[in-house]
């Protein structure tokens, strides 16, 4: 959506001193402008997550080249095409979760994504950076309650709710500029359309809850951008291109649209099955012409392709495409990887669409480790769609090269 600059709170008002107290004790703390350098791109985004990359290597796994030498992941992602990767930053992080030797999972932490970060920016790698401020409450190691309220957030009111998110959104963001690092876009909420800081106890859907939290939290990326870095896009990520057009009627409903783009999670196959929409949403270029109809842009956030038929630890793993039944060794390979990243991407930048970024492709199998904090998924329940293949002694494959395939 248009950008709303906030002209009214000015530069001064955050550099002179601290802000009012949100109504729960709680200050903001002052910001002072900080200079943008400016993207490495800004073309057509191509790229992938590298949430779990150095937490895996940190755990003993070896990313390698296709030669099978020892090789660094982000500079094998820049040589292969990428010029982004996303970034997964929790409010109440899975590091108090161990795995089976003890290890905390801290893929999500702030240390770990500022650390990730400056991997990127060495790569030359812009950054797609999520900020979920929401918890994923795991009750016995086999069931979730996703996109829930954290903790030292639950009895709050919605009023002081929206003063801890604004505030947490502006210092993570404002802290990493000071370390050098400027997300080219940022999404408040990871697939909003699924939930977004839910109560607890008492739970019931509310939309008009929920834009409400989310203005909040883009209202503090508006900040972000005055002082610090005037070129960032704020996302809204959807889960499922059926689902964009009702969530965001829903949203304008309760007085939420100041956002840029809406990213899309799109896995078509067995385990998830997204669908397209109707009418205007019935296909990506729809789509894109709909949301720019909108003054809103469009990429794929999330989305994947099965490499092999086969997983590499102990654990199932979450998606296949195409579906178990229909996977044959024509249709099961890195080139067909490849070639299927490459026609989706092609599609989308043709449709006026701003990149495509993969989930989940950074990911080795190890029976040694979580990704997740829960029983269901120690190791990895994504490598059968990951760049690196695990039965090659986790050497790169061509799949990785549909970004070569692709102008920026």
Known sequence: MKKIFLALLGLAAFAACDKEDGGDGKKSQSYEPIEFPGYFSEGFMKGSTMCFASYEQDAGLVYRDTDGTAAD???????HGANIVRLQLNYEDFSRYTSYNGASI???????????AKKARACGLDIMLTLKPDADIYHDGQSTDHNRLPRDWQTLSTEQINRRLHDWVLDVLYRLAQEGIFPRVVAVGNE?????????????WDMSRQASNLNAGLKAVREYAELCNPE????????GPSEIEWYMRDLEKYGCTDYDMVGVSWYPG???????????????????????NKGCGFMVLETAYTF????????????????WKEQTSLNTSPAAQRE?????????????GLGVITWG????????????PADWAHGSTWENNSYWDFSDNNKLHEGIDWMLDVAE
């Not at 992941?73 to 040589?79: A, D, F, I, Q, S």
């Not at 299927?340 to 006026?352: D, F, P, S, Y």
């Open 73 to 79: 992941p982000y500079e094998l992602m820049k040589r």
């Open 106 to 116: 801290d893929w999500a932490t702030y240390k770990r994504v500022l650390a990730d």
């Open 192 to 204: 909003l359309n699924v939930e977004f800081l839910a109560p607890v106890n008492n739970y019931r």
């Open 232 to 239: 960032v896009k704020s996302l809204l990520h959807v889960a």
């Open 270 to 292: 067995e385990g998830i099955s997204h669908k397209m929409g109707s009418g205007s949403y019935a296909s990506f270029s729809g789509i894109c012409s709909a949301l720019k």
């Open 308 to 323: 092999i038929h086969d997983r590499g630890d102990n654990c199932n793993n979450s998606y296949n495409y195409p579906a």
């Open 340 to 352: 299927w990243l490459r026609q989706l991407a092609e599609e989308v930048k043709n449709a006026g």
């Open 361 to 372: 492709t950074e990911s080795l199998p190890s029976n040694n480790i979580y990704t997740y």
